[in-house]
Antibody, heavy 129, light 106 residues
């Protein structure tokens, strides 16, 4: 069974920073991409960041709205992924979900699509003075 | 960016069939996925790549479509299906979600 546990959320002052952690188990972490998605109170889902696996040189991608303020990283030895967010603003207040991302490959090893298949319970981040 | 458009809400009677639609601003091939989010919970994957039922999801759920028009069908609707339903594309980055469709019971 896939297990996902996000930690590191809390109350942060505007301009502050935080690091969210996501510990996983129950699947072959090394084969997966990983994503972070957030949801502001009463709002919809917003993709935040993606990190690919070793086959793709751990390439990272970010939502334009957060680019320059966010860094995603992973530690395959710990089956964990992290999200560092800086210069926090009130509009960053949200639940941040870590998602496992299942990848489908062609025979030559390149991927042709992926899907966020399992989601953690989320880490609540509140930015307020 | 690929914009996904969903109707905000749908009301349906228990036992009936409901279709939730999602329209993409450009073709996403079949790289469209559907999630269910119940109140206070994290999203759950229902359908991936337009029409594939995720393991463990009841067969009452089905998906169809390609290109720009997609549908999620629930037949028959049960009380436990009250939730928000989101479509999401992985054809290109940034990954984008529809604004969600709230399913209500008449």
């Amino acid at each position: 069974e896939v297990q996902i546990l996000e930690t590191g959320g809390g109350l942060v002052k505007p301009g502050g920073s935080l690091r969210l952690s996501c510990a996983t188990s129950g699947f072959n972490f090394n084969d997966y991409f990983m994503n972070w998605v957030r949801q502001a109170p009463g709002k919809g889902l917003e993709w935040v960041a993606q990190i690919r696996n070793k086959n793709y040189n751990y390439a990272t991608y970010y939502a334009e709205s957060l680019e320059g303020r966010v860094t995603i990283s992973r530690d395959d030895s710990k089956s964990s992924v992290y999200l560092q967010v800086s210069s926090l603003r009130a509009e960053d207040t949200a639940i941040y979900y870590c998602t496992t991302t299942r990848v489908y490959y062609y025979y030559d090893g390149t991927y042709y699509y992926y899907v966020m298949d399992a989601w953690g319970q989320g880490a609540s981040v509140t930015v307020s003075s | 960016d690929t914009v996904l458009t969903q109707s905000p809400a749908l009301a349906v009677s228990l036992g009936q069939r409901v279709t939730i639609s999602c329209r993409a601003s450009k073709s996403v091939s079949t790289y469209m996925h559907w999630y269910q989010q119940k109140s206070g919970q994290q999203p759950k994957l229902l359908i991936y790549s337009a029409s594939n039922l995720e393991s463990g999801v009841p067969s009452r759920f089905s998906g169809s479509g390609s290109g720009t028009d997609f549908t999620l069908t629930i037949d028959p609707v049960e009380a436990d299906d009250i939730a928000n339903y989101y479509c999401q594309q992985s054809n290109e980055l940034p990954l984008t979600f529809g604004s969600g469709t709230k399913l209500e019971i008449k």
